[in-house]
């Protein structure tokens, strides 16, 4: 079974920087693809940035492209997510999930698995 989890949430400030960590576990990930997605109170859930685990192929949401950067570390198990430039419309709980996938997808429905969620908040 799949487990994902997530650290590295927190507290910062308008301009400021943080890195989510996603551990995976339980599967052999080089068919998968990891994606970030974001729900903040009163909204949909939200494609951030995803990865293909074997080729590193990436795609980001507009709204987070130049300021973001997924990747991932094949030896830890881990995709990372670092976050520049912080704005207060990032606040959010952020979601690790995996899907069995050749492709960097931003559907939601192409992941079938997914993490606990870390909160992040965007805040002077």
């Known amino acids: 079974q799949v487990q994902l989890v997530e650290s590295g949430g927190g507290l910062v400030q308008p301009g400021g920087s943080l890195r989510l960590s996603c551990a995976a576990s339980g599967g052999t990930f080089n068919r998968y693809a990891m994606g970030w997605f974001r729900q903040a109170p009163g909204k949909e859930r939200e494609f951030v940035a995803s990865?293909?685990?074997?080729?590193?192929?990436?795609y980001y949401a507009d709204s987070v492209k130049a300021r973001f950067t997924i990747s991932r570390d094949k030896a830890k198990n881990t995709a990372y997510l670092q976050m520049n430039s912080l704005k207060p419309e990032d606040t959010a709980v952020y979601y690790c999930?995996?899907?069995?996938?050749?492709?960097?997808?931003?559907?939601?429905?192409?992941?079938?698995?997914w993490g606990q969620g870390t909160q992040v908040t965007v805040s002077s």
């Open positions: 990865i293909v685990w074997s080729t590193s192929r990436t």
């Open positions: 999930a995996a899907g069995s996938t050749a492709l960097p997808n931003p559907e939601i429905y192409e992941y079938d698995y």
